[in-house]
């Protein structure tokens, strides 16, 4: 189990703007992440949304939009 997070500061605010114009062509777990600022998900769906979200134009490494968060912290 993973969580993925939402980070609506800074630059990841534009990135998720662009997110909220397009959510049809974002796997369904960003989608989730558009209505709660954390959502439980598999590694495996976690990675998929991860590297579809790295290959958006508006990526920002600081911060990314979504982030894993360990459960175990």
Sequence with gaps: ???LCRSNT???AAWWL???RYPGGAPGI?????RSPTVVCDPLEAE????WARAQPR??????PLYLRDPNV
């Design 10 to 12: 800074g630059t990841a």
């Design 18 to 20: 662009e997110v909220e």
């Design 59 to 64: 990526w920002t490494d600081s911060p990314p």
């Design 30 to 34: 960003v989608r989730e992440l558009l």
């Design 48 to 51: 998929q949304a991860l590297a």
């Design 1 to 3: 189990m993973r969580y």
